[in-house]
């Protein structure tokens, strides 16, 4: 007599750890991988950079180095203002304070982040709204414009590309980056 086989169970395939995972690919590229020696130890180690909206753009020559550096600025301001960051509590409580206060750093990246909102026509116009998204909350161009869109209306995903790059042009002017033509 014959003992019935157990079937056998498959083990499930561990993902490769040298690369980036199925989950994170969905959000963006990543440039080649470059084998370097870690400063601490020593020992080579691959690095793979990922590749952001601007970068991508700036290497398929949609937009100009100024340009590129004006939404870093900008991306800088944003974050330094603390405008999508979550709210935090403080861990140690002064008795009779309210409400934690803002640091000048904050309230001055803030007025500048508004001033260039400003110069894009408000967080309402076309350029304001793309930059607002795409630049400071780092959205994809294409969830921007199928999602929110200008004024709650999805945009084609190329006039949302066009709107980006004009926004990061009067951002490059705004910050100084690129000189002001004089009517003659």
Do not use: Y
Request: charged share 20%; net charge positive.
């Amino acid at each position: 007599m014959a003992g019935k086989r157990k079937p056998k169970v498959a083990k499930p395939k561990l993902d490769d750890l040298a690369k980036p995972s199925k989950w994170r690919l969905q959000h963006g590229g990543f440039s080649e991988p470059i084998r370097e020696a870690d400063p601490e130890t020593g020992s080579p180690v691959q690095h793979r950079r990922a590749v952001d909206t601007l970068g991508l753009m700036l290497a398929n020559g949609n937009i100009t180095p100024q340009m590129h550096e004006a939404g870093c600025i900008f991306r800088t301001l944003f974050r330094s203002a603390a405008i999508d960051s979550m709210s935090t509590s403080q861990l140690i409580r002064l008795p009779g304070s309210t409400a934690d206060r803002l640091s000048n750093r904050q309230l001055e990246a803030r007025r500048r982040v508004l001033a260039a909102l400003d110069a894009l026509g408000g967080h309402d116009s076309p350029a304001g709204s793309c930059v607002w998204f795409v630049v400071g909350l780092e959205m994809s161009v294409r969830e921007w414009a199928a999602r929110r869109g200008w004024s709650g209306r999805p945009v084609p995903q190329p006039i949302a590309g066009g709107m980006l790059v004009a926004g990061l042009g009067i951002l490059a002017m705004h910050f100084g980056l690129t000189p002001r033509l004089q009517a003659a």
